[in-house]
C-alpha cells in the first residue's frame, strides 16, 4: 500500500490555512502547515516531504526564494505557488502555479498535478 503523499502549505492567513488543509485532508494527503517562509525553510529542513504549496501574496520574492532553495537541496520535492495570475510568475522555478482567482476544484487539480 503506497503511503500517502505529505504536502507543506505555507499560508499566512489562518482561515485559508484551515480551508486548504482540510481540503487537502479530505483527498487523503498529510498535511503541515506554517505561517511564513521561514518557518517553512526549517520544515524543509527536517521532514521529507512531496509537494511545497507556498501562497504568494504577503512576499512574492520571499515565495520565489524558498521555491529556488528547496529545488537545489531537495530536487525531489515538487513546488506548487499560488498567485493571482498564472503570468504573475516570472521564475522557471515553480513545477505548478495555482492561480488565487479560481476555486477549490482548480486548486486540486493542480495540486494532483504538481504531485503526478
Not at 69 to 85: G, L, S
Request: hydrophobic letters at 40%; one cysteine or more; aromatic letters at 4%.
Amino acid at each position: 500500500m503506497k503511503s500517502a503523499k505529505r504536502i507543506v502549505l505555507v499560508q499566512n492567513d489562518q482561515y485559508l490555512i484551515d480551508t486548504r488543509k482540510a481540503l487537502l485532508q479530505q483527498q487523503g494527503y498529510v498535511v503541515e502547515s506554517v505561517h511564513t517562509v521561514e518557518s517553512a525553510r526549517a520544515l524543509c529542513e527536517n521532514l521529507s516531504c512531496d509537494l511545497v504549496i507556498v501562497d504568494s501574496e504577503e512576499d512574492y520574492q520571499a515565495a520565489v526564494e524558498l521555491c529556488d532553495e528547496i529545488k537545489v537541496t531537495h530536487p525531489e520535492t515538487n513546488v506548487a505557488v499560488i498567485t493571482w495570475t498564472e503570468s504573475a510568475i516570472d521564475s522557471d522555478c515553480p513545477d505548478e502555479v495555482i492561480p488565487r482567482d479560481r476555486g477549490p476544484r482548480e486548486f486540486l487539480n493542480r495540486v494532483r498535478l504538481a504531485l503526478a
